[in-house]
């Protein structure tokens, strides 16, 4: 009986991934995925050494995926295209419903592209562009999925929130730029010290109330800088073949 | 000759030759178990008020989040898991291996021999935790939930239960030929259970670990057998022994004992990874087909209780332990329906990554366990020591706390868990909203935990009376035996 659950749960799982590689990215020559930069891997250590999973997943879901049309170009009779499109839905449709709408809109002249996109409550909020699938982990020596959401879902946080300096505020006083967020301040992965001859160009520009007194300035200690370096390589954002979707190229004006 | 005596000839002994039925047994068999048990409920105790103390702690970062910032040790990332860590290896795991112990000797009809290496190892797993809740706090958690022990203490804590596991089964062997009850199943397996998912979860994610996802898939295979099954086995082993034991009824039957036992053994074990998990999806779904399954032996199980229980005699006059194991069975029966319920895929996206999973896990750890072996060893202490507790009104007082208390965290946490799941899934609520939907169910759970605090207190108190008048008992006896007058045949002329 113990080797029966063992089996299912660890052998197979093992048998099945412990040997996996990187793989294609969709409709493209890269591969994914790549392994963290040192400082980044050091920051997971932090991520680790904290309990941040305590109240962080990196896990997002989705629930399935749609069809988007997107009109590339209206062709040779724009008025009558843009007539038909203001009576027609072209998002979050199904593959037979974008089938028949590009069929219509090409049939008026109009040329359309069809995006899949993936829907849930988690990629309308923006925490990522499709689910989380185990390719995302490969080269992390320390998976840290958590389980309960008092704080956001963080798989995708290095492209949701790109700014380091944002992180470094949010990590010393996260009520600073997140009103009435109920994470604690990390202040201990800091050091406020008087300011030298010149101020230390890593130095938090903080708001008022939340500015140590005149003189004074507070710099990330390196476990603070390590973290957020981890955070902002949190990017689960490229198609795979298990996971895919239609990278968005944003078009120029 | 006691109830209880003439109970444990009847029922405990159920297939012994008529020759041995007597009670004479069960005071030199109490005994042999006294110092292990002292030393491991002594432990137990106090790290029942630790995590009290550090859930309580935790909890109020919520409220004053601006309060814990300036040192490590105090947010709720270390916090928290240390809390949920005491309350488990501390409390549960030496609990549960004390009263499987004096079961075994109970139910064998053997005295314990070689009490020093029990009593040495309760010590091992008790240094095992502390180094583990240190190594948590300066930063060393291995970051896996149930798993934050570094290698240090959990490697302590392994010795400790091979020796403790050991002994109970030397025991279990030399009992007279055909004494072999439902307990014993299910504390046997439970023995052989935790040394097992252990050490493979310690060796294939601490030790060496494995490669990506594969850590987080065994990690919450360990996770479930460790708190779901291993607490049921131990759990409802105790329960199979004192519930008949109380009633005055036989076990309701045999036969549905053994089936629950197999069937609870298999889908329980074979469980663990939730839905939506980003691992292979066969993985979620096997996991979720023999959760649903788990209604096969809850319902039976139910049924043993419910024939056992109801409409028996019972204990004369009201009896706390006897209400606190049958508490601890209800608690059991809804805690694994709440499994069955968060295997649905529609109730498991509802719930999923939110307080509700932290529900039930209390209702099974606390509800469940906790109370039953509370209920349990305020039975056995006092014949194994044979000194009654010097507050024994508080035991009252403190069944009260625990079953409010628990009531109280339990029920807010699962109904801030619905309403934070319907939050989270509307995609048009922001995100901050849902977390402070949960504030008011909080402060009620708050609530809850400083009434589980009490009841650690009290419970404490009553057992560290038992110690020190223990001590005294024998400073007293030695000094008796110095002051004695020597015995007229040893005095010479």
């Known amino acids: 009986m113990l080797l029966v659950s063992w089996s299912a749960f660890v052998l197979a799982p093992q048998l099945q991934l412990g040997g996996a590689k990187q793989v294609p990215v969709l409709n493209s020559t890269e591969v994914y995925p790549h392994t963290r930069p040192g400082e980044a891997n050091q920051g997971l250590q932090v991520y680790r050494a904290n309990g941040c999973a305590a109240c962080h997943t990196e896990q997002v879901q989705q629930d399935g995926v749609a069809c988007d049309v997107v009109l590339a170009s209206a062709g040779k009779n724009p008025d009558a295209v843009s007539n038909l499109l203001a009576t027609l839905t072209l998002r979050g449709l199904s593959q037979e419903a974008a089938q028949a709408v590009s069929d219509k809109i090409t049939a008026a002249g109009g040329k359309v592209e069809t995006h899949i996109v993936a829907v849930g409550p988690d990629i309308a909020r923006g925490w990522g562009l499709r689910h989380s699938v185990a390719e995302d982990f490969l080269y992390d020596n320390l998976v840290q999925f958590g389980s309960l959401r008092i704080g956001p879902d963080l798989a995708g946080v290095g492209s949701r929130l790109p700014d380091a300096n944002w992180q470094l505020l949010h990590l010393y006083a996260p009520q600073s730029v997140v009103k009435g967020s109920l994470m604690p301040p990390f202040r201990y992965l800091f050091t406020t010290r008087k300011i030298g001859a010149a101020p230390s160009p890593d130095a938090l520009n903080l708001p008022k109330e939340f500015a140590p007194a005149d003189g004074y300035e507070v710099v990330p200690k390196p476990e603070a800088k390590e973290l957020v370096a981890y955070l902002l390589n949190l990017h689960a954002d490229v198609p795979l073949y298990d996971a895919p979707f239609t990278p968005v190229v944003v078009a120029k004006p | ?493």
């Open chain 2, 1 to 493: 000759m006691t109830v209880n005596d003439k109970l444990d000839n009847k029922f405990g002994g159920a297939s012994v030759p008529a020759s041995q039925l007597d009670s004479s047994f069960a005071p030199p068999v109490d005994a042999s178990c006294r110092v292990p048990l002292l030393v491991l409920f002594g432990g137990a105790a106090l790290w029942l008020v630790v995590s009290s103390l550090l859930a309580l702690a935790a909890s109020l970062t919520f409220h004053m989040p601006d309060k814990f910032g300036d040192c490590s040790w105090g947010t709720y990332g270390h916090l928290q898991p240390a809390a949920d860590d005491a309350l488990l290896y501390g409390f549960c795991i030496p609990a549960g291996l004390g009263v499987a112990l004096w079961i075994f000797a109970r139910l064998g009809r053997t005295p314990l021999r070689g009490a020093l290496v029990p009593v040495v190892a309760a010590h091992l797993w008790h240094l095992g935790v502390l180094v583990g809740l240190v190594g948590i706090f300066v930063g060393d958690s291995t970051g896996f939930a149930w798993l934050e022990f570094p290698r240090g203490g959990s490697a302590l804590l392994f010795f400790a239960y091979l020796l403790i596991g050991l002994w109970a089964l030397m025991n279990f062997s030399g009992r007279p030929a055909g004494a072999m009850f439902p307990s014993h199943w299910f504390l046997v397996a439970a023995l052989f259970l935790f040394p097992w998912i252990y050490s493979t979860a310690n060796i294939l994610i601490v030790g060496w670990p494995v490669r990506g996802v594969v850590q987080a898939v065994i990690a919450w295979w360990f996770g479930n057998n460790l708190i779901f099954l291993w607490t049921s086995l131990v759990g409802l082993g105790a329960a199979f022994y004192f519930l008949p034991k109380f009633s005055g009824r036989p076990l309701q039957t045999y036969f549905y004992a053994l089936f629950a036992f197999w069937t609870l053994f298999f889908f329980g074990s074979l469980r663990g990874v939730p839905s939506g998990a980003p691992v292979p999806a066969w993985l979620p779904t096997l996991g979720n087909l023999n959760s649903m399954l788990l209604i096969v032996p809850v319902i039976v199980i139910a049924i043993i209780g419910w024939k056992t229980v109801v409409g028996a005699a019972g204990p004369e006059g009201k009896d706390s332990s006897y209400s606190m194991i049958r508490f601890g069975f209800v608690a059991f029966v809804l805690s694994a329906l709440l499994q069955v319920a968060m295997s649905c895929p529609q109730f498991a996206r509802l719930t999923q990554f939110t307080w509700f999973g932290v529900a039930q896990t209390q209702l099974q750890l606390y509800g469940f366990f906790a109370i039953t072996m509370f209920g349990a060893i305020h039975y056995i202490l006092p014949r194994a020591v044979g000194i009654e507790f010097a507050f024994p009104k508080l035991i009252r007082v403190q069944q009260g706390c625990a079953m409010l208390g628990l009531i109280i965290l339990v029920a807010s946490l699962a109904a801030g868990g619905v309403a934070q799941g319907l939050k989270l899934n509307d995609p048009n609520v922001a995100f901050a909203d849902s977390s402070k939907a949960m504030l008011m169910f909080l402060r009620a759970s708050t609530t809850g935990l400083l009434l589980l605090l009490l009841a650690s207190l009290l419970f404490a108190l009553n057992i560290f009376a038992m110690i020190m008048a223990w001590h005294w008992s024998l400073v007293r006896a030695v000094f008796a035996a110095v002051v004695a007058p020597l015995p007229k045949t040893e005095v010479k002329a």
